[in-house]
C-alpha cells in the first residue's frame, strides 16, 4: 500500500516570502501525485498534479511541484506568497490504475502580513 | 455546474442517535468518495462508489457506518447509532472516467457533524 507524509504540520511565512512544503511518499509500484488547497470552511481542491513526463509540475496561483523518483518526494514551492494563500495543504498519491487517493496528514500555511 | 452537493453543512446530534449524510455528486461522473477529516487521523477514505456499486469499503471505521448509492446522482453515509467520536467533517467527492490528464476529484464543501 501507498502512503504519504508530509513532514511540517505548520509552516507561519511572512507576505511575500518564499515558501516549500515538504511531501515524501512510499509505494512499490507507479504512482500519480497531487497538491490539494483546503480554505477554511471549503472543500479540497486540485493545486497541481504529476501523471508522468515533466517533473516540474505548474499549477495554480503561482503553485509549483517537483516529482523526485530517487528521493520519493514531491515537495511544493511558490517563490512569493500571499494572504490569501493561507489554508491547509494536503499531498495525495494514487497507485497507476488505482482508485484510491491517500492523502498525507496535511500543513497548515499561516501567511503574515 | 454546481458541483459536488452535500447536505447538511452541519449536523448537531445527540450520543445515540442516527445522522443520514447526502450527497449529490457532477452529473455524468461514475466514481464517488466518501472521506472523513478529523485533526488526529487527517484525511481517511471511508468507501467509494464506480458506477453505484460500492468497490472498496475498508475504511469504514465499523458497522455503524453504511453508505449506499441508489442511483448515479445520490449517495448516503448513514451512522447508527452515532458516538462523539464520529464528529468530523464528512466530505463526498466525485470524478470521471480514469484517471487521464485532464481529470480530477472534485470535493464537495463537507458536513461537519458534531456529536454530543
Known amino acids: 500500500a501507498q502512503s504519504v507524509t508530509q513532514l511540517d504540520s505548520q509552516v507561519p511565512v511572512f507576505e511575500e516570502a518564499p515558501v516549500e512544503l515538504r511531501c515524501n511518499y512510499s509505494s512499490s509500484v507507479s504512482v500519480y501525485l497531487f497538491w490539494y488547497v483546503q480554505y477554511p470552511n471549503q472543500g479540497l481542491q486540485l493545486l497541481l498534479k504529476y501523471l508522468s513526463g515533466s517533473t516540474l509540475v505548474k499549477g495554480i496561483n503561482g503553485f509549483e511541484a517537483e516529482f523526485n523518483k530517487s528521493q520519493t518526494s514531491f515537495h511544493l514551492r511558490k517563490p512569493s506568497v500571499h494572504i490569501s494563500d493561507t489554508a491547509e495543504y494536503f499531498c495525495a498519491v494514487l497507485k497507476a490504475a488505482g482508485n484510491k487517493l491517500t492523502f498525507g496528514g496535511g500543513t497548515r500555511v499561516l501567511v503574515k502580513p | 455546474d454546481a458541483g459536488v452537493i452535500q447536505s447538511p453543512r452541519h449536523e448537531v446530534t445527540e450520543m445515540g442517535q442516527e445522522v443520514t449524510l447526502r450527497c449529490k455528486p457532477i452529473?455524468?461522473?461514475?466514481?464517488l468518495f466518501w472521506y472523513r477529516q478529523t485533526m488526529m487521523r487527517g484525511l481517511e477514505l471511508l468507501i467509494y462508489?464506480?458506477?453505484?456499486?460500492?468497490?472498496?469499503d475498508s475504511g469504514m471505521p465499523e458497522d455503524r457506518f453504511s453508505a449506499k448509492m441508489p442511483n448515479a446522482s445520490f449517495s448516503t453515509l448513514k451512522i447508527q447509532p452515532s458516538e462523539p467520536r464520529d464528529s468530523a467533517v464528512y466530505f463526498c467527492a466525485s470524478r470521471g472516467q480514469t484517471w487521464q490528464a485532464n481529470e480530477k476529484l472534485f470535493f464537495g464543501s463537507g458536513t461537519q457533524l458534531s456529536v454530543l
Open positions: 462508489f464506480n458506477n453505484n456499486v460500492p468497490i472498496d
Open positions: 452529473s455524468g461522473h461514475n466514481s
